[in-house]
């Protein structure tokens, strides 16, 4: 999988640096200063001082002397990743690029998806944000720092930041990295209990809950995922099982803070004895949540029948008619069957 490499151009004080330090702080990306590849040639002076060494290195090296610096700088990471994060980064932020050869050695390098963003901000702003004031006026003005606003016309990404705060600057850039996941990727399961509040539904939620990277349960002890959390989640493509405390899929996405639009399946679990089963709740469960699978549980005489069954195929007469039934008013398949309530373990009918 390529290395995908955000750089970074634009004038002094542009907000270069802190959308750096945005990606590497919200996303994890490893941050690459220029100014550290410039110290290993003796730019250690004065900010001119590194302007002049930049075009000399330019010409020198036609641009290679940044894509180097990368390179060796991902190279020692993945030496040392075991013994701190144990992968090699995928996403790396180089702070930053100033012109078109250096632009090019990034390009032409194999292994790297190079995305340019170009930040840009009129003078006066530049000025204000500046962090060496005294020297803006002749750095401002020396040639490599003119060069740099051609680079506008290279970048698949330009933003005016004097009109865009450092928060929209970084969402504008994470969207058009993909690094929020696809908006319509359902990764999101939901079980809501049906007509029976006191249902106990942590023998399904045990059974599934291996299938799935976060497990959630709104309004319990545990705090809910903050907005940043569930994004990083999608992006990642990490499953969600979600189960409702409440009777309602829609209440229990809204107080989880999922998107609707996230949901996968719903299943509506429920208890059933047989005759004295509850149509018209379970008409109502299903007209309220729209649910694409059954947890059924079974109770009383079904239960006494139908205890030692293991498959679908075992159950009796009686019960595969009674569930037949159950899926036709509620319009969704039984996927999920307990044979009593002391049952540690569902059956499932099809691989979850």
């Known amino acids: 999988m390529a290395v995908t490499v955000v750089v970074?151009?634009?004038?002094?004080?542009?907000?270069?640096?802190?959308?750096?330090?945005?990606?590497a702080r919200r996303f994890g990306a490893l941050h690459l200063h220029s100014e550290d590849f410039l110290r290993e040639h003796g730019g250690d002076g004065s900010r001119r001082t590194r302007q002049e060494l930049?075009?000399?290195?330019?010409?020198?090296?036609?641009?290679?002397?940044?894509?180097?610096?990368?390179?060796?700088?991902?190279?020692?990471?993945?030496?040392?990743?075991p013994s701190r994060t144990g992968r090699v980064p995928r996403l790396i932020i180089v702070d930053a690029a100033s012109s078109d050869a250096q632009l090019d050695g990034l390009r032409g390098?194999?292994?790297?998806?190079?995305?340019?963003?170009?930040?840009?901000?009129?003078?006066?702003?530049?000025?204000?944000?500046?962090?060496e004031?005294?020297?803006?006026?002749?750095?401002?003005?020396?040639?490599?720092?003119?060069?740099?606003?051609a680079l506008a016309a290279l970048a698949e990404l330009v933003?005016?930041?004097?009109?865009?705060?450092?928060?929209?600057?970084?969402?504008?850039?994470?969207?058009?990295?993909?690094?929020?996941?696809?908006?319509?990727?359902r990764l999101v399961d939901l079980v809501v209990p049906g007509a029976h509040d006191s249902l106990d539904m942590r023998?399904?939620?045990?059974?599934?809950?291996?299938?799935?990277?976060?497990?959630?349960?709104?309004?319990?002890?545990?705090?809910?995922?903050?907005?940043?959390?569930?994004?990083d989640a999608f992006a990642r493509g990490?499953?969600?099982?979600?189960v409702s405390a409440g009777p309602s899929a829609s209440g229990c996405i809204q107080t989880a803070g999922i998107a609707p639009g996230r949901v996968r399946r719903v299943v509506l679990a429920c208890r059933s004895e047989g005759g004295a089963f509850d149509w018209v709740g379970l008409r109502e469960a299903a007209s309220l949540n729209t649910p694409t699978d059954l947890a059924l549980t079974l109770a009383g005489e079904l239960a006494a029948t139908n205890w030692a069954a293991r498959r679908f195929d075992q159950l009796t007469d009686t019960a595969r008619h009674h569930l037949e039934e159950l899926e036709r008013v509620a319009n969704a398949p039984v996927s999920f069957l307990a044979p009593s309530p002391?049952?540690?373990?569902?059956?499932e009918r099809r691989p979850w």
Not at 165 to 180: I, K
């Open 8 to 23: 970074v151009s634009g004038p002094i004080g542009a907000g270069k640096t802190t959308l750096a330090q945005g990606l």
């Open 54 to 81: 930049t075009a000399s290195l330019d010409r020198e090296t036609a641009g290679r002397w940044l894509v180097d610096g990368v390179l060796a700088a991902l190279h020692g990471h993945a030496l040392d990743a």
């Open 109 to 131: 390098s194999p292994g790297l998806r190079v995305v340019h963003v170009h930040l840009e901000a009129p003078e006066p702003e530049q000025a204000l944000r500046d962090a």
């Open 133 to 149: 004031p005294d020297s803006f006026e002749a750095a401002w003005a020396h040639p490599a720092e003119r060069a740099v606003y």
């Open 159 to 185: 933003v005016d930041t004097a009109r865009t705060s450092p928060e929209a600057v970084l969402v504008r850039v994470a969207s058009r990295l993909g690094l929020y996941g696809r908006p319509g990727e």
């Open 203 to 231: 023998p399904l939620t045990v059974q599934l809950a291996p299938h799935y990277a976060l497990l959630l349960r709104p309004g319990g002890p545990d705090p809910r995922p903050s907005r940043e959390e569930w994004e």
């Open 238 to 242: 990490h499953r969600v099982l979600v």
């Open 342 to 347: 002391e049952a540690r373990h569902f059956i």
